[in-house]
């Protein structure tokens, strides 16, 4: 072995880095991927850093009360106007709700999260109407709020690594690594 810290992959910087971005935001989207073995080992040092640092900043958020302003809607979901000094104007509802504040270290942490990450759309299975109905995932959120509470004292060790035999075409090891 050489003295680099991390493993080439046979790419260029960017092309790894890139791939590495994609098979751990998978994986952590997904909880499961099907890859080879020594990508797996890569992606699992960034992986498990990743959850480290959510599972750290997790709890830290403020639940704050704010008051939003929302646009009138009628019966048949268009925004009601009304007419003031011959101007049409949307009529705004104050609404009363309460958002999760990030305290400083949890909004550092968030972002960089989103720093690695890549953005997930999430795409109605069935294929139809897939312009309106797809929605941005926010991965940070996914992050403390479903993947870090599995983890709460666990010392790292978030993914598991199983074999799976060797590629019929390169004869390389294929293995899937899952959140544990």
């Known amino acids: 072995m050489h003295a680099s810290g991390y493993r080439k992959l046979g790419k260029t910087t960017p092309q790894r880095k890139a791939l590495l971005?994609?098979?751990?935001?998978?994986?952590?989207y997904h909880g499961k991927i099907k890859t080879t073995e020594t990508r797996a080992k890569e992606v699992r040092r960034i992986a498990e850093k990743l959850i480290t640092?959510?599972?750290?900043?997790?709890?830290?958020?403020?639940?704050?009360?704010?008051?939003?302003?929302?646009?009138?809607?009628?019966a048949s979901g268009k925004r009601v106007k009304e007419v003031v000094n011959g101007k049409k104007v949307t009529v705004y509802?104050?609404?009363?709700k309460t958002v999760k504040k990030d305290k400083p270290s949890r909004l550092a942490a968030r972002r960089q999260l989103?720093?690695?990450l890549y953005p997930v759309t999430e795409v109605p299975a069935d294929g139809k109407k897939v312009r309106s109905l797809s929605k941005e995932v926010d991965m940070a959120e996914k992050m403390f709020d479903e993947v870090a509470p599995k983890f709460?004292?666990?010392?790292?060790?978030y993914t598991r690594i199983?074999?799976?035999?060797?590629?019929?075409?390169?004869g390389a090891m294929e293995v899937f690594i899952e959140l544990v």
Do not use: C, S
Not at 152 to 157: A, E, L, P, Y
């Open 21 to 28: 971005r994609n098979q751990v935001t998978n994986l952590l």
């Open 93 to 96: 509802d104050e609404v009363k």
């Open 114 to 116: 989103l720093a690695y």
């Open 53 to 74: 640092i959510a599972v750290k900043e997790k709890d830290n958020f403020e639940e704050v009360e704010v008051t939003a302003k929302v646009a009138k809607k009628d």
């Open 152 to 157: 709460v004292g666990r010392n790292g060790g």
């Open 162 to 170: 199983v074999k799976l035999g060797a590629r019929k075409g390169d």
